[in-house]
């Protein structure tokens, strides 16, 4: 980043960045401001669904390091958990459930390549904090801070409504 994008410090001048490059179509009010303040946290989500990463993980694995080049901290979180289940995401049909020892095995081959590709990210497998969470638990810890009709209103639910979403993937 140099000349005019960098001119707000480097967390700054990444959010300008990515928005001169038009990959920003949506952001928290406050961003800006908060990322003139100094270095930040931030992560992607992937799911094990594929024993490799795709082409269409190579932008938010892009992005990841380019916040880490400036001052961020990037975390690669893996769907252990979540990929067991599935998630409504961009698909018109629900997803196949995988068997544990293949997404186990998806999990470190995938694992493996973002050691690779982000050698100083932080990488997080959800299973490790929802692979022990009971239902009521999750319903009464978790479930009491989300609405019915905020989540009727994601895009990624609203396009599964008419062909259909099972219980688990709107969970």
């Known amino acids: 980043m140099t000349g ?6 480097a967390m700054g001048g990444f959010l300008e960045e990515l928005a001169w490059r038009g990959l920003v ?3 928290t ?3 800006a401001e908060r990322l003139r303040k100094g270095p930040i946290t931030a992560y992607v989500g992937f799911d094990p669904t594929a024993p490799s990463l795709q082409v269409g ?9 380019q916040l880490r080049r400036a001052g961020g901290t990037p975390i690669v979180l893996m769907g252990g958990g979540t990929g067991l289940i599935g998630d409504p995401s961009g698909k018109q049909t629900e997803r196949p459930l995988l068997d544990q020892d293949l997404l186990r095995q998806n999990l470190a081959a995938q694992e493996r390549q973002f050691g690779s590709l982000l050698p100083e990210g932080v990488v997080l497998n959800n299973a490790t904090w929802l692979g022990n969470l009971t239902l009521v638990d999750f319903l009464r810890d978790v479930g009491k801070h989300f609405t019915i009709s905020i989540m009727l209103q994601k895009e990624s639910v609203k396009a599964r409504l008419d062909e259909g979403i099972s219980f688990t993937e709107f969970s």
Do not use: M
């Not at 005019?4 to 410090?9: D, P």
């Open 25 to 27: 179509h949506d952001q």
């Open 29 to 31: 009010p406050g961003l």
């Open 4 to 9: 005019k994008r960098a001119a707000h410090g």
């Open 57 to 65: 993980n190579l932008v938010p694995v892009v992005l990841l390091e």
